[in-house]
């Protein structure tokens, strides 16, 4: 836990140029530790470090590095060093790598693939960005249901280093059909005589290469696998999901939700690292919608221009309003939301959905309401037929928010759309509509204007 | 993947008393799948196909059953039984029943742990809901310096079975402090007269027990670890993570952030279940506090009475305003707070994020003034100067909401309340005070009323 080398200590070993020290403390440090250690050094000395890790090592290190320390290392050294890096890398980071980087990196690098391997890599790219097939990789370890466990031990201590996981070994029959799934710990105890045939687990669980990734995840939630095999359409193995790259996928797909929740475009780059012109592209269009919308709301405000001049003190209480019906109305939608988002919540139940949020409504609005009318009473002094008219108001549009946001995200999935695109903007600016027509004819029934 | 059961197979099966069958059909089923097959029976028939399975599968399904089926299946099985399940059960899933099931059941359970686990499990309830503590196991491997690989894994052969996991083993002094870590890949490739000394990784990543999970999970996607060591404030290690929790708890974290920022109290039990007046009470309290803002509001739309008389049509334009001011501020404010979640964000970030978010907001602004401007002249045929108003007031009123929706979150933050408080409803009452104010004061300016 001691000899873990700093930034600081890595200059002073630089400047002292003792480069035999800087290997030995690079060996053995973890790859994401080097790779942040890497990626914050000026260019040169970047590289110099670079060259003293061992081969290993420095492709694991390059997986972890920023795209932009990987432009400039991969061009700063020799071609003999990127075939060394290509040769050990991953192939989901290859397939990666291609897919991100620009042109004249990717042309340095797909030199090392052999024919195989690009056409490999070309098909990979073609899997859909949100599916099961754009996160598999194919380092995955195969057994025969004949081989005996000594020799399938044998096995994976032969491959084992160019895997991605050995702890999940996968069988397979003629037709590279998925027959069983072994795990490591389960051959590490079983008899080494015993056959995979004795061992393996057939009740299987996989994913086909078009699903959609959140439902992979959900696989993964359900059953707490450390990988999960892919097939294709006939059920042949194609490849394996492994869990380390689930994680950033559950987050990754609640930003998305928590981006579109908030009306704009979802972006993957993080927040300082995105343009100023991408942030503003990625809202513009979702705010234009939403202003133009709203412009309804001003005209029925117009419409009803003679009862605010008549009784002035109404308009007091339209933000109150407004706010408080969008505000409900996003509560709702946003349980909703998450609940279909986490598989808790499905079209379905809308009957259930609907008769719970009008009983919340009704509790929510009449304290909401009861407190107001004290409040305007007693403390604002205005007249109990108008506290009357804001506290009905509140009572019809509390409801109606708690039905609008409970049941738009459902039909939004219903339709085909993101249930997020239902969240508190598009639900404030339909509620705030509805609220001020609410209002303004409870208004009228009470006030007599 | 064929001779699964389901739930009709199953019925027949139980129809025809063949018990056998059915036996021999669940062994080797996932135990997830058993737990789902379970979980919606009849009470009388889930207790008999309980009985059927395996002892080791029987404790494996049981903590995967809902809180409702288990305390049924406690209330309806011998004490031999129940003895046998928690024998089996890993730790973790005792503490969380212990934690989490009425008295009575939990007095069943906890008459069949010896004192010490009894001593244990008091120490493991202590533990913060929130803190790497509560999500620990004590089932690990633990092997010394001096251990021969072969050794190692005779080991692990021998009490596998028993452990959470084996693909990371744990290395400690005599004072029980962490010297390293071994993978069970690294122990099958490794020559078998190694020592662990020569093949273990110094460079170890761990937790300490009262740190926030949401720090552990982003260790976990930090580095793709299936486990993470917890250590004491004296640097014992006391417990592992394994990273299936991680997934429930990175899900859990987004959840509670998205209900946060929807002003409501998280919950964690799923919407269906949750009861009408709890999810009113989560919701109450929120809506109060925004509405009592939200009359502030309101009187300055009194205040500015006598100009809304004059010049009429300005009414029109308020919920547009309004609008548009609370999503473009809380457009920011969920940039940031989710930045700070997911760890790309940090307080000390707040210069760059108010010259980016003022340089959005310009773009923006003016965007939306320009098409705002067109529509008004050529189409609602206002006045220019009437026109003029409204959209100074939206470049002034975006400007203002993107630098509030960006900053208060990590105000928020460094205050030590959580950043997401300062979602859309907060700032949305916020925005709005402002947003009218900046309108009637440019009204007045160029109107001159």
């Given at each position: 836990m001691e000899d873990v080398l700093n930034v600081d200590l890595l200059y002073d070993l630089i400047e002292r140029k003792d480069y035999q020290e800087i290997r030995e403390r690079l060996t053995g440090m973890n790859e994401v530790n080097v790779a942040e250690l890497l990626k914050d050094l000026p260019p040169h000395a970047m590289v110099l470090v670079f060259r003293l890790l061992e081969k290993d090592l420095a492709a694991e290190v390059f997986a972890y590095l920023p795209k932009k320390t990987q432009n400039d290392l991969i061009n700063s050294i020799t071609d003999k060093e990127v075939k060394d890096i290509i040769e050990e890398l991953f192939f989901d980071d290859i397939v990666d790598l291609v897919d991100e980087m620009p042109a004249n990196f990717v042309n340095r690098i797909i030199k090392y693939t052999n024919k195989e391997e690009r056409s490999l890599i070309n098909h990979f790219l073609?899997?859909?960005?949100?599916?099961a097939g754009s996160l598999m990789t194919i380092e995955f370890v195969h057994l025969k249901k004949e081989y005996r466990v000594k020799d399938a031990l044998d096995h994976i201590r032969e491959i084992g280093m160019e895997?991605?996981?050995?702890?999940t070994c996968y069988v397979t029959d003629a037709y590279r059909r998925l027959e069983g799934i072994v795990s490591l710990r389960k051959l590490v105890i079983?008899?080494?005589?015993?056959?995979i045939d004795d061992i393996m687990e057939r009740d299987i669980v996989y994913a086909s290469s078009h699903d959609d990734r959140e439902e992979v995840s959900l696989l993964f939630q359900k059953y707490g696998f450390l990988a999960i095999p892919v097939v294709d359409k006939e059920k042949r193995l194609i490849g394996i999901i492994t869990v380390d790259d689930m994680l950033e996928v559950i987050e990754q797909e609640a930003t998305e939700d928590f981006h579109i929740m908030a009306a704009m475009s979802p972006e993957e780059t993080p927040y300082l690292e995105t343009s100023v012109l991408r942030l503003a592209m990625n809202r513009l269009p979702w705010l234009l919608i939403l202003m133009i919308s709203a412009t309804f709301t001003g005209s029925i405000m117009m419409k009803y221009e003679n009862m605010l001049q008549t009784v002035?003190?109404?308009?007091?209480?339209i933000p109150m309003l407004m706010d408080t019906g969008g505000n409900t109305g996003s509560q709702a939608s946003t349980l909703v939301i998450r609940g279909l988002a986490v598989g808790e919540?499905?079209?379905?139940d809308f009957l259930k959905i609907t008769f719970k949020e009008l009983r919340v409504a009704l509790i929510v609005g009449i304290a909401l309401a009861t407190v107001n009318f004290l409040r305007l009473v007693?403390?604002?002094?205005?007249g109990v037929d108008v506290a009357l008219t804001v506290c009905l108001t509140l009572v019809v549009c509390v409801s109606i928010a708690k039905l609008v946001g409970g049941n738009l995200p459902l039909l939004a999935k219903r339709l085909?759309?993101?249930?997020?695109?239902?969240?508190s903007p598009f639900i404030t600016t339909i509620v705030d509509a509805i609220t001020l027509m609410v209002y303004f004819n409870i208004a009228s029934k009470i006030l007599f204007v």
């Open positions: 073609n899997y859909p960005d949100d599916s895997k991605e996981t050995v702890y079983s008899d080494p005589t015993d056959t002035a003190v109404l308009s007091a209480f919540i499905e079209p379905k007693f403390f604002s002094k205005v085909g759309f993101d249930p997020a695109i239902m969240a």
